[in-house]
């Protein structure tokens, strides 16, 4: 018996993703996530660390905005807290295994791009790194999020090495 099973941590690569279906299912579940944000009056966009973790779960904000969200109705309540928690667990799957700078400017790319909405040439401008850089980073936090929290799709086919 194995003590850690290879498989079961296993992350697609990006051949055998289907992106376009991949960024759809997570352009769908980014639009319930903020939208249930903004029903319980939090802002649409969630606060982040300067490492673009997300908030910790105990800070006083967090706090002071589940008072809020009591005061709220029931059913927003409960669908904030357990999106909130599909959320955190697709950024916190955004890693590099070895190099913690490339974690915090995968994560940076994922925010930009799929939070804020801000083009693969914007985000290079700000950030400083090339627009393929940010591209592969966009493409490679899409399907760590889209695989953690189960809405990755896969391709029906996979490429050959020529390409064809």
């Avoid at 996530?33 to 967090?62: H, M, W």
């Avoid at 599909?86 to 700078?101: T, V, W």
């Amino acid at each position: 018996m194995d003590l850690f099973n290879l498989d079961d941590y296993q992350i697609p690569t990006a051949d055998e993703v289907d992106m376009a279906k991949t960024k759809n299912n997570v352009g769908v579940f980014l639009m319930a996530y903020k939208s249930v944000r903004q029903r319980i009056g939090c802002p649409r966009e969630p606060k982040i660390t300067s490492t673009f973790a997300d908030t910790p779960a105990f800070s006083n904000e967090f706090h002071s905005q589940v008072e809020q969200i009591v005061i709220k109705n029931d059913s927003d309540r409960e669908e904030f807290l357990r999106l909130n928690e599909i959320y955190r667990r697709g950024i916190s799957s955004i890693q590099h295994p070895f190099l913690p700078e490339v974690t915090d400017r995968r994560k940076s790319v994922f925010y930009k791009r799929y939070i804020q909405g801000l083009a693969i040439y914007q985000i290079a401008l700000e950030i400083g790194y090339s627009e393929d850089v940010v591209a592969e980073e966009s493409r490679e936090s899409l399907i760590q999020f889209a695989n953690a929290i189960g809405i990755l799709a896969k391709s029906d086919f996979k490429r050959s090495s020529s390409g064809f």
